[in-house]
């Protein structure tokens, strides 16, 4: 499975962007998804996660209720949308998927035996 990470870029303070995770290679039904940053300076971190058919969505708690995570299997695509960007939600964003994640692990980067490259994110005031 390749995926390709895609949608960042220079926003302002309260903006939105949606992120969007394309598969290739293979289909990802049947995979957990999730979105991970890396902020400058700081190490990788969860941001949200969609179940393997996609009835359950996990986020991290700073961003809760602003942005939504969100699959269209038949487009092999799981996006993430970000309204009410913040300065701390500059970092580079990466998507991962696993066939088997579960939900003990899926904020977990081990979980994901598949990574996209990373697209950047940056919020200005």
């Known amino acids: 499975v390749q995926l390709q990470a895609s949608g960042g870029g220079l926003v302002q303070a309260g903006a939105s962007l949606r992120l969007s995770c394309a598969a290739s290679?293979?289909?990802?039904?049947?995979?957990?998804v999730a979105w991970f940053r890396q902020a400058p300076g700081m190490d990788r971190s969860f941001v949200a996660a969609i179940s393997r058919v996609g009835g359950n969505e996990y986020y991290t708690d700073s961003v809760k209720g602003r942005f939504t995570i969100s699959r269209v299997n038949a487009r092999n695509t799981v996006y993430l949308q970000m309204n009410s960007l913040r300065l701390d939600d500059t970092a580079v964003y990466y998507c991962a998927a696993g066939p088997s994640v579960i939900t003990s692990n899926l904020a977990s980067q081990n979980a994901y035996a598949h990574w996209g490259q990373g697209t950047l994110v940056t919020v200005s005031s």
């Open positions: 290679g293979r289909s990802i039904y049947g995979y957990a």
